[in-house]
C-alpha cells in the first residue's frame, strides 16, 4: 500500500517570504500526486496535481510543487506567501483497485502566515 | 453548479446511538468515497460507491456501513457509537471515468460523540 509522509506539521512564515511544504510518498510504479488546502472548518479543495509529463505543477493562486521520482518528493512551493494562505495543506497519492481510486492523505502541514 | 453537498453539519450524539450521514456528489459525478477526519489527522478512507455498490474499503470496523442511490447520493451510517467517532466525515465525489484528477470534497459533518 502507498503511503504519504509530511514531516512538518506547522509551517509558521513572515507575510511575503517563500515556504515549501515537505511531502514524501512511498514508491510505486505509477504514481499520481495531490496537494489540497482546507480552510477552517471547511472541507478540502484540490489545489494541484501531479498525473505525467512535466514535473513541476502549479496552482492558478502562485503555488507550484515538483514530481521527484529519484527522491520519491512532491514538494510545495510558493515564493511570496499572504496572510490568506494560513490553511491546512494535505498531498495525497492516488492507489488503484477494483477498477477505480482512492487517495491516502498526509498528516497535514499547517502553514500559519504572520503579517 | 452545485458542489458536493453534505447534511448535517454538525450532530451530537450519544455513546452507543447510531447516525446517518448523508451527501449529494457534484453534479455529473456518479462515484462517492467518504473519509474520516480526526482531530488534527489527515483524512482517512472509509469506504467508496459506485454504482450502488462498495467497491473498495479501508481500515474501518462494520459498524462502518454505507449506500449509494441510483441517482448517486450516498449515506454512511455508523452503529454502536463510540467516543473515538468523533470526527470530522467528508465526503468526496468524482467521475469514475477518469476519476484520477481528484476529488470534489463537501465541507464535512462534524460528528461529535458524548
Known amino acids: 500500500a502507498q503511503s504519504v509522509t509530511q514531516l512538518d506539521s506547522q509551517v509558521p512564515v513572515f507575510e511575503e517570504a517563500p515556504v515549501e511544504l515537505r511531502c514524501n510518498y512511498s514508491?510505486?510504479?505509477?504514481?499520481?500526486l495531490f496537494w489540497y488546502v482546507q480552510y477552517p472548518n471547511q472541507g478540502l479543495q484540490l489545489l494541484l496535481k501531479?498525473?505525467?509529463?512535466?514535473?513541476l505543477v502549479e496552482s492558478i493562486n502562485g503555488f507550484e510543487a515538483e514530481f521527484n521520482k529519484s527522491q520519491t518528493s512532491f514538494h510545495l512551493r510558493k515564493p511570496s506567501v499572504h496572510i490568506s494562505d494560513t490553511a491546512e495543506y494535505f498531498c495525497?497519492?492516488?492507489?488503484?483497485?477494483?477498477?477505480?481510486?482512492?487517495?491516502?492523505f498526509g498528516t497535514g502541514t499547517r502553514l500559519k502566515v504572520l503579517a | 453548479d452545485a458542489g458536493v453537498t453534505q447534511s448535517p453539519t454538525h450532530l451530537i450524539k450519544t455513546r452507543g446511538q447510531q447516525v446517518t450521514l448523508r451527501c449529494s456528489p457534484k453534479s455529473g459525478h456518479d462515484t462517492v468515497s467518504w473519509y474520516q477526519q480526526a482531530l488534527g489527522q489527515g483524512p482517512q478512507f472509509i469506504f467508496q460507491?459506485?454504482?450502488?455498490?462498495?467497491?473498495q474499503r479501508g481500515n474501518f470496523p462494520d459498524r462502518f456501513s454505507g449506500h449509494q442511490f441510483p441517482n448517486y447520493s450516498s449515506e454512511l451510517n455508523v452503529n454502536a457509537l463510540l467516543l473515538g467517532d468523533s470526527a470530522l466525515y467528508l465526503c468526496a465525489s468524482s467521475q469514475r471515468r477518469g476519476a484520477n484528477y481528484g476529488y470534489t470534497f463537501g465541507s464535512g459533518t462534524r460528528l461529535t460523540v458524548v
Open positions: 514508491s510505486s510504479v505509477s504514481v499520481y
Open positions: 495525497a497519492v492516488s492507489e488503484r483497485a477494483s477498477g477505480t481510486y482512492k487517495y491516502i
Open positions: 501531479y498525473l505525467s509529463g512535466s514535473t
Open positions: 460507491y459506485y454504482e450502488e455498490e462498495e467497491r
